[in-house]
């Protein structure tokens, strides 16, 4: 695919990544808002967020399909508008049950708008400023993480939770029209009428489901020995080997052979190992805040802001070195940043001085820049060009996937270190802040596992060869 001006399509494409990984988290910072006043415990507004984070995994498999089906094209702009009449109907919620219903629309949308960013920005740029373009990309795409939270807490202390919502509005019409303009070289694009694999899907689907909806929920409420929590356990796994069984039928929902290439295997594992300690870490940095330690929502939002700004500094400065050879080291510095960033957020407490906050904020923001852009160069490299859309949608199911079972996993922590504090005899929001505190030293611990698959990165940016490495 050529475009007439590649500047303009990696705008577009950031503009609507952005708008989806705003989305993401936007709405975390609101959570304590929207809690009160639907006057619902936490685990049933942590819904809210896992719901979207659900349905965009059972939604992302598709994406592959129905980009051979119906063209990059209008795959992009339909996903766009699906987006932006859900976030009208989030802001319209009149009730927790119909706000998690509109969160699930938006998802639809939201599924397939990252991975086919991400697939155009591969097949419009040549493979040696490929670093530097998805450097550039990724701001679109880590808005969520960096402003969301920020965005979200003035926008609420100001406007109320709903205009969280409200601003995908016309920044969707924005983008449609953008998209008009400067990927319309996308309708060349040939298509084909390839079979789905229903029986895939649905299993694919199952499992994910199974693995959300009963395990870990099961392993917190049950306990790990139960026969409820066994029970579903021995179902979801069957239910993904029936999967994997069924992807060695001709025309597959996704070709899982991928998984034989051993550079894309690294990637993934550190993209799985990132999204669940990044996502179950950050959901309760608000809950910190806000609660013992007393700061506002504006003030929250403040305090996450530095966070938001290094990395719109820094993320098109990881991409370049990248592709000048550097991938490894950046990325091992970036896990250790990271790991970090939870240790300085885990000795948050009543007293501590602001410019400690900010600190471990500016921290996060490099760990985050550092480690996003050279992986994601390492997998697009390690793949041919005909498995792009496949790599693509694992990575951002991956990285949706590992987020929500991070959240669900963080919860049930969190639950059982809240009773262990309140059995001590701790008042309950004293044992609330030692739990909230407890997890992120755990999310540091977890984040250091990546540094396995780390190590074996290369170093850098290489041509494609004919015979790939393969594990085995």
Same mark, same amino acid.
């Given at each position: 695919?050529?475009?007439?001006?590649?500047?303009?399509?990696?705008?577009?494409?950031?503009?609507?990544?952005?708008?989806?990984?705003?989305?993401?988290?936007?709405?975390?910072?609101?959570?304590?808002?929207?809690?009160?006043?639907?006057?619902?415990?936490?685990?049933?507004?942590?819904?809210?967020?896992?719901?979207?984070?659900?349905?965009?995994?059972?939604?992302?498999?598709?994406?592959?399909?129905?980009?051979?089906?119906?063209?990059?094209?209008?795959?992009?702009?339909?996903?766009?508008?699906?987006?932006?009449?859900?976030?009208?109907?989030?802001?319209?919620?009149?009730?927790?049950?119909?706000?998690?219903?509109?969160?699930?629309?938006?998802?639809?949308?939201?599924?397939?708008?990252?991975?086919?960013?991400?697939?155009?920005?591969?097949?419009?740029?040549?493979?040696?400023?490929?670093?530097?373009?998805?450097?550039?990309?990724?701001?679109?795409?880590?808005?969520?993480?960096?402003?969301?939270?920020?965005?979200?807490?003035?926008?609420?202390?100001?406007?109320?939770?709903?205009?969280?919502?409200?601003?995908?509005?016309?920044?969707?019409?924005?983008?449609?029209?953008?998209?008009?303009?400067?990927?319309?070289?996308?309708?060349?694009?040939?298509?084909?009428?390839?079979?789905?694999?229903?029986?895939?899907?649905?299993?694919?689907?199952?499992?994910?489901?199974?693995?959300?909806?009963?395990?870990?929920?099961?392993?917190?409420?049950?306990?790990?020995?139960?026969?409820?929590?066994?029970?579903?356990?021995?179902?979801?796994?069957?239910?993904?080997?029936?999967?994997?069984?069924?992807?060695?039928?001709?025309?597959?929902?996704?070709?899982?052979?991928?998984?034989?290439?051993? !550079?894309?295997? $690294?990637?993934?594992? +550190?993209? =799985? *190992?990132?999204? %669940?300690? #990044?996502?179950?870490?950050? @959901?309760?940095?608000?809950?910190?805040?806000?609660?013992?330690?007393?700061?506002?929502?504006?003030?929250?939002?403040?305090?996450?802001?530095?966070?938001?700004?290094?990395?719109?500094?820094?993320?098109?400065?990881?991409?370049?070195?990248?592709?000048? !050879?550097?991938? $490894?080291?950046?990325? +091992?510095? =970036? *896990?250790?940043? %990271?790991? #970090?960033?939870?240790?300085? @957020?885990?000795?948050?407490?009543?007293?501590?001085?602001?410019?400690?906050?900010?600190?471990?904020?500016?921290?996060?923001?490099?760990?985050?820049?550092?480690?996003?852009?050279?992986?994601?160069?390492?997998?697009?490299?390690?793949?041919?060009?005909?498995?792009?859309?496949?790599?693509?949608?694992?990575?951002?199911?991956?990285?949706?996937?590992?987020?929500?079972?991070?959240?669900?996993?963080?919860?049930?922590?969190?639950?059982?270190?809240?009773?262990?504090?309140?059995?001590?005899?701790?008042?309950?929001?004293?044992?609330?802040?030692?739990?909230?505190?407890?997890?992120?030293?755990?999310?540091?611990?977890?984040?250091?596992?990546?540094?396995?698959?780390?190590?074996?990165?290369?170093?850098?940016?290489?041509?494609?060869?004919?015979?790939?490495?393969?594990?085995?």
């Amino acid at each position: 695919m050529q475009a007439s001006n590649r500047t303009m399509v990696l705008v577009t494409l950031m503009i609507g990544t952005s708008m989806a990984a705003i989305d993401s988290s936007i709405v975390n910072v609101s959570l304590p808002v929207i809690q009160k006043q639907f006057d619902v415990l936490l685990d049933a507004v942590a819904l809210v967020v896992t719901a979207y984070m659900i349905t965009y995994s059972l939604f992302i498999p598709l994406t592959s399909w129905l980009k051979n089906r119906i063209g990059y094209y209008w795959l992009y702009m339909g996903s766009i508008c699906i987006f932006t009449i859900g976030s009208l109907l989030c802001s319209l919620s009149t009730s927790l049950t119909f706000l998690i219903l509109a969160r699930v629309l938006q998802a639809v949308g939201g599924g397939a708008i990252a991975p086919t960013s991400l697939a155009i920005l591969s097949d419009s740029f040549p493979k040696e400023e490929r670093g530097s373009a998805i450097g550039w990309w990724g701001i679109g795409n880590v808005m969520g993480p960096a402003l969301g939270p920020t965005l979200g807490g003035v926008l609420t202390q100001y406007l109320g939770w709903e205009s969280i919502f409200y601003v995908n509005v016309p920044i969707g019409i924005i983008t449609l029209s953008m998209a008009r303009k400067n990927l319309s070289f996308l309708k060349t694009y040939p298509t084909t009428r390839p079979r789905f694999d229903t029986t895939g899907y649905l299993l694919l689907a199952g499992f994910i489901l199974l693995l959300q909806a009963t395990i870990i929920p099961f392993a917190s409420r049950f306990g790990v020995l139960s026969w409820q929590f066994l029970g579903s356990l021995a179902i979801t796994v069957t239910a993904f080997l029936l999967y994997l069984r069924s992807a060695k039928r001709p025309d597959p929902l996704m070709d899982l052979s991928i998984f034989r290439i051993a !550079g894309f295997n $690294r990637c993934f594992t +550190i993209v =799985g *190992i990132r999204s %669940l300690a #990044l996502f179950g870490g950050m @959901f309760f940095l608000p809950f910190l805040l806000q609660g013992y330690l007393g700061y506002t929502e504006m003030e929250s939002a403040l305090l996450l802001l530095p966070n938001a700004l290094i990395m719109l500094v820094t993320r098109p400065v990881s991409g370049r070195l990248a592709d000048r !050879g550097l991938i $490894r080291n950046i990325s +091992i510095m =970036g *896990i250790l940043l %990271l790991s #970090l960033s939870f240790v300085f @957020f885990s000795r948050i407490d009543q007293g501590t001085a602001v410019a400690f906050i900010i600190t471990a904020m500016i921290i996060r923001g490099l760990g985050i820049s550092f480690l996003i852009a050279p992986v994601s160069t390492a997998m697009l490299n390690a793949v041919t060009a005909e498995q792009t859309p496949t790599a693509t949608s694992l990575n951002t199911l991956m990285l949706q996937l590992g987020g929500s079972i991070g959240i669900a996993i963080s919860s049930a922590l969190h639950t059982h270190l809240l009773a262990h504090y309140l059995e001590r005899g701790l008042a309950t929001r004293l044992a609330e802040h030692f739990s909230l505190m407890d997890g992120f030293l755990v999310t540091a611990g977890i984040i250091l596992l990546a540094l396995v698959p780390a190590f074996r990165l290369p170093q850098r940016t290489r041509k494609r060869l004919k015979s790939k490495e393969v594990l085995g």
